[in-house]
């Protein structure tokens, strides 16, 4: 019998796992349907020898020392900041909209005036979002928000969530900055750097305890009466563990399609936004992320797909009121005090990895008290 039972081997599973082996000497046996470790963030290297994140590009920020100090045990990291761009009217235009955007797309005179206006209501090195510009009162700053709003914002939310903007929650909408500066950073975090080995290695070591068993290639349904455990953390979607029994929760998957060039990098930057037109939503070159060099290089083509429950990868949770209310019933079927839900599926959440670290760390402290 083992204290526990990890339904998962990405980040909440792991890090629960080993800090449930390490600080309090519990036996765990941590399985995953996947064939690795890692989850979505795992990497692994194709038949040219390129490493690549095989579920879509992972870079890792926080601005929470404890974090970075407790993943730093298992890996060392290279120093990387992450810069997008967006292919707006045959330009390239970084992302999030910033000063040099919009010296880009508007005429110098009317940039000059916008950004003068901008520094006047925020302050020079601020954030604001387009919600609080396009309901500013200031002319130049609202038709720089509706700029934003149809040329990035709107074509791109449609196509992520199969959704216009309006029918999505607000938080969607604000987590799109519009930077008061100058910063071309796609993140602003005090920590960003990636794992130099990858973060399939990194996971490895996190789970190398003798207390630790992983078992892969395993599903759930396939052990719940074949394992004896005390106690159960499952990460996986939650209304796939009670069988669906109120209905299915929405959320979207990600199909890639993957181009290998004969030369050494083929964008300017890791990450190439496509708001309108196609129907895929970004390119990424892997080889930004990673730090490699060599004469080949490799981009995932991203297109954005409905989640069909057995057959494709759910990714993120579809923030809208009714889906909310719909995992709060959910959680409510679960009476069992031994049985315990974390993570972006579990917990219908959108969460980094930083803050899915965060949630494991503080469910074990919670849990042993």
């Not at 009162?137 to 074509?155: K, S, T, W």
């Not at 630790?212 to 052990?223: G, N, P």
């Not at 455990?229 to 209304?239: E, P, Q, R, S």
Request: a neutral charge; charged letters at 25%; proline letters at 5%.
């Amino acid at each position: 019998m083992v204290d526990w039972l990890i339904v998962g081997a990405g980040f909440v599973g792991a890090v629960a796992a080993e800090h449930l082996a390490r600080v309090h000497g519990q036996t765990v046996l941590v399985i995953d349907r996947r064939d690795h470790v890692a989850g979505n963030p795992h990497d692994a290297r194709n038949e040219d020898g390129i490493l690549h994140h095989r579920y879509g590009p992972h870079i890792f920020h926080t601005n929470a020392p404890r974090i970075a100090d407790y993943l730093s045990g298992f890996t060392e990291w290279r120093d990387y900041e992450h810069r997008a761009v967006a292919l707006i009217e045959n330009r390239l235009v970084p992302i999030p909209f910033n000063f040099t955007s919009l010296d880009i797309v508007f005429p110098a005179g009317k940039a000059a005036r916008i950004k003068q206006r901008m520094i006047e209501r925020y302050g020079f090195g601020a954030n604001t979002t387009i919600l609080a510009l396009r309901s500013e009162q200031d002319g130049l700053l609202r038709e720089c928000a509706d700029y934003v709003y149809e040329h990035v914002f709107l074509g791109y939310t449609s196509k992520q969530w199969g959704l216009r903007p309006d029918e999505i929650d607000a938080s969607v909408t604000n987590r799109v900055p519009v930077r008061v500066s100058y910063d071309d950073r796609y993140f602003q975090d005090s920590f960003q750097k990636m794992p130099r080995a990858g973060y399939t290695r990194m996971f490895e070591r996190m789970l190398a305890s003798r207390l630790i068993e992983v078992s892969l290639a395993t599903e759930w349904r396939d052990v719940r009466d074949r394992v004896r455990y005390k106690n159960v953390l499952f990460t996986g979607a939650i209304d796939e563990f009670f069988d669906y029994r109120l209905g299915v929760l929405p959320y979207r998957s990600l199909e890639f399609e993957v181009q290998v060039y004969d030369q050494p990098l083929h964008q300017p930057v890791a990450q190439v936004n496509y708001p309108n037109g196609e129907r895929f939503t970004r390119i990424t070159e892997m080889k930004h992320l990673t730090g490699e060099s060599g004469p080949r290089t490799m981009v995932a083509i991203e297109y954005p797909i409905p989640h069909r429950p057995g057959e494709t990868v759910p990714y993120y949770p579809i923030p809208r009121a009714d889906n909310e209310a719909l995992h709060r019933e959910y959680v409510l079927l679960n009476r069992a005090k031994t049985v315990h839900f974390a993570g972006r599926l579990a917990d219908y959440r959108y969460y980094n990895m930083d803050q899915a670290v965060g949630r494991a760390i503080s469910l074990v402290s919670k849990l042993r008290g």
